[in-house]
């Protein structure tokens, strides 16, 4: 009778996860996030920057994934924040500007963005797009070994 019992708990429990299972398609993520994002939800328009970045259910374009970092950027979103100063200093998507790099950069290493912390670090360190400056490179350093350490350290 136990036996009867497991492959019965088995088969319900298989059973829940395979209803459970998310069937919408990429495509159908990629118009969900786009109403959001076109509503104005900054997290929406990082995450539809990622889509169109990654090319997520949609055909990658890089000058429309810097468009909406862009978008969540300027409300404050700092892993947008963060991505459009990445794109800025890489010059893809947008023209090549180690000075915006480092604005957005900042605006992200300021709330606390890990990334964006020891990018900026490095640019203070070798002077590009900002006075090179040993004592910001090493702030920011600082802050971004923190910071992980920190994260590390909250992890189960």
């Given at each position: 009778?136990?036996?009867g019992?497991?492959?019965?708990?088995l088969?319900?429990?298989?059973?829940g996860l395979?209803?459970?299972?998310?069937?919408?398609?990429?495509?159908?993520?990629?118009?969900?996030?786009?109403?959001?994002?076109?509503a104005?939800?900054?997290?929406s328009q990082?995450?539809?920057g990622l889509?169109?970045?990654?090319?997520y259910?949609?055909?990658?374009?890089i000058?429309?994934?810097a468009?909406?970092?862009?978008?969540a950027?300027?409300q404050?979103?700092?892993?947008?924040q963060?991505?459009?100063?990445?794109?800025?200093f890489?010059?893809?998507g947008?023209?090549?500007?180690?000075?915006?790099?480092?604005?957005w950069?900042?605006?992200?290493?300021e709330?606390?963005n890990?990334p964006?912390?020891?990018?900026?670090g490095n640019?203070y360190l070798?002077g590009e797009g900002?006075?090179?400056d040993?004592?910001?490179?090493?702030y920011w350093?600082?802050?971004?070994i923190?910071?992980?350490?920190?994260?590390?350290?909250?992890?189960?």
């Open positions: 009778m136990k036996a019992t497991s492959v019965l708990v088969s319900l429990l298989a059973f395979v209803s459970c299972a998310d069937t919408e398609t990429r495509e159908q993520k990629f118009a969900n996030m786009q109403r959001l994002a076109a104005g939800d900054a997290g990082y995450h539809l889509m169109y970045e990654q090319g259910g949609v055909a990658p374009d000058q429309k994934a468009a909406w970092f862009a978008k950027a300027e404050g979103e700092a892993n947008a963060y991505r459009l100063g990445l794109q800025y890489h010059g893809q947008v023209p090549k500007d180690l000075q915006q790099a480092a604005t950069y900042k605006k992200a290493a709330q606390g890990t964006a912390q020891a990018a900026l640019m070798v900002v006075p090179q040993h004592a910001k490179a090493a350093h600082k802050k971004s923190k910071m992980k350490n920190y994260a590390d350290s909250t992890r189960d």
